[in-house]
């Protein structure tokens, strides 16, 4: 079956081509990928499960695991959640139903979504296809690297701080990070309500706005949410005539940088003013001194409220107790990993009386400067570019013991997700043999100016996406 079906290169608008052409049944294609997760898989750990029979008569997806399946366990990466299996679906997954697509199975994921290396999984560290001595990146990394390895054509991730677009980067996918409010979130496993967003992960720009087409949209379960201002266009383009793009000028002092990374950045800028685009400096001073910080403050208090509800009563792990107050001490204790309880423990104290307004309250304001800081930057460029992260993906272990070290990989991705606007991932080379990212950030409602310009580059770059080991 893989000889005949190539999964590592296939795109799902070529598949989708092919089964509209009967040229291949959705069960041979739902087959072709079972076998690829069960040559691949078993080495890098992209899938916590998967379904054996496809429903549906469409085009395999992969979900990450903080999206709610009906009838399929649901963990979000974690022991405290282990064998819930949700009696409803997500809006997303009933989305991907109603266009017919089939569920490969569930991804791994940092517990929670927190995480920038999927180590912080309950169930394993998954790895990176193109070496698996390194982290796919997180805490999508499970996404990420199955639809590299070729055991999906495309997934769906969850980016509270850069969990789509950073291991994209990582694993040299294309991977958006839409704006805030324009994919539901019902059904989502909430870490931070006022960042969370579901995004697709693909192997192309084109599948990345079809399957945003496909999620994208107002849901009435979700007051977030809001209609898309203008329909999803798929890109055609292959020029950049007229389009303004702002490079951070803090990118210069930035020395997190790698200078692989920073030579593969700079030539897709160069390609980008080749193409016919404008490009020039623009200043975000705010965004690149405090937005970590921010962020930090933020996301753990929001983690801190909604990571209250699991409490062994209702569904999940429960740890006995002789009082109702042990039980919960103990499930508590017993199911949450330790990003988890630090990430509670961060935003209960950020939220205690005292110290709100310090620190909870601080942050809300800052998070309003950089939200302007953006906005004003957006008004003289059409995008904002930088590289999404700053090193290739690292060897496991090599920042687990140490939190800000592994917080410091997302400096890049964060201050636009604090901002609520959409982020593209776009390969743009290759740093020691691995896979370097391009971040787009666009303005709000700007997704089809980021696939334009994506696509674009894309052709122009001829980034091959296929790991050098599968090749």
């Known amino acids: 079956m893989e000889a005949v079906i190539d999964t590592l290169r296939l795109t799902a608008e070529d598949a989708q081509g092919l089964v509209e052409h009967k040229e291949l049944s959705p069960a041979e294609l739902h087959a072709a990928y079972r076998h690829a997760i069960a040559q691949r898989d078993p080495e890098l750990h992209c899938y916590l499960r998967t379904i054996e029979e496809p429903v549906g008569e469409g085009i395999p997806i992969a979900l990450k695991d903080v999206i709610s399946t009906q009838g399929v366990e649901t963990t979000a990466g974690s022991k405290i959640l282990a064998g819930y299996v949700p009696v409803f679906d997500a809006t997303v997954a ?9 569920l490969l199975g569930k991804t791994n994921t940092d517990e929670f979504a927190m995480g920038s290396s999927t180590e912080n999984s309950a169930f394993g560290p998954s790895r990176n296809p193109w070496d698996p001595t390194r982290v796919p990146g997180g805490s999508g990394g499970g996404s990420a690297a199955a639809v590299s390895a070729g055991l999906a054509p495309w997934a769906l991730g969850s980016d509270t701080g850069g969990s789509i677009k950073q291991p994209s980067a990582l694993c040299g996918n294309v991977g958006l990070r839409p704006t805030y409010g324009t994919v539901s979130r019902y059904g989502v496993v909430a870490f931070a309500s006022s960042l969370d967003q579901i995004g697709p992960v693909a192997k192309n720009v084109r599948d990345c706005a079809l399957l945003y087409s496909i999620i994208a949209g107002r849901d009435p379960r979700d007051a977030t949410t809001v209609e898309l201002p203008e329909q999803v266009t798929l890109p ?5 005539d007229g389009l303004r793009i702002g490079v951070p000028k803090q990118v210069d002092g930035l020395t997190a940088i790698e200078p692989g990374v920073r030579a593969a950045f700079d030539q897709a800028i160069a390609r980008a003013r080749e193409l016919g685009a404008e490009v020039g400096e623009c200043d975000l001073p705010l965004s690149f001194e405090y937005g970590m910080a921010c962020y930090y403050l933020v996301a753990p208090a929001e983690a801190s409220s909604n990571l209250a509800r699991y409490d062994g009563v209702r569904y999940g792990t429960r740890v006995d107790g002789s009082t109702y107050r042990e039980m919960v001490e103990r499930t508590r204790d017993a199911g949450f990993g330790p990003e988890p309880k630090r990430r509670i423990m961060l935003g209960t104290y950020a939220l205690s009386a005292g110290y709100y307004d310090a620190f909870y309250g601080q942050a809300q304001r800052v998070r309003t400067l950089l939200i302007r800081e953006h906005r004003d930057a957006l008004d003289k460029f059409d995008i904002i570019a930088t590289p999404t992260a700053p090193t290739v993906a690292f060897p496991i272990g090599d920042k687990a013991a140490d939190p800000l070290a592994m917080y410091a990989c997302d400096v890049l991705t964060i201050p636009s997700c604090l901002a609520g606007l959409p982020g593209l991932n776009v390969p743009c080379g290759l740093s020691e043999g691995l896979p370097v990212g391009l971040q ?4 709000q409602f700007g997704e089809n100016t980021l696939f334009r310009a994506g696509h674009a ?11 050098t080991r599968y090749r």
Not at 94 to 102: F, N, W
């Open 94 to 102: 009933e989305r991907c139903k109603g266009a017919g697509l089939t």
């Open 236 to 240: 055609t383009d292959e020029r950049l």
């Open 440 to 443: 787009l950030i666009g303005a």
């Open 457 to 467: 580059l894309e052709q122009a770059i001829g980034f091959d996406t296929v790991p």
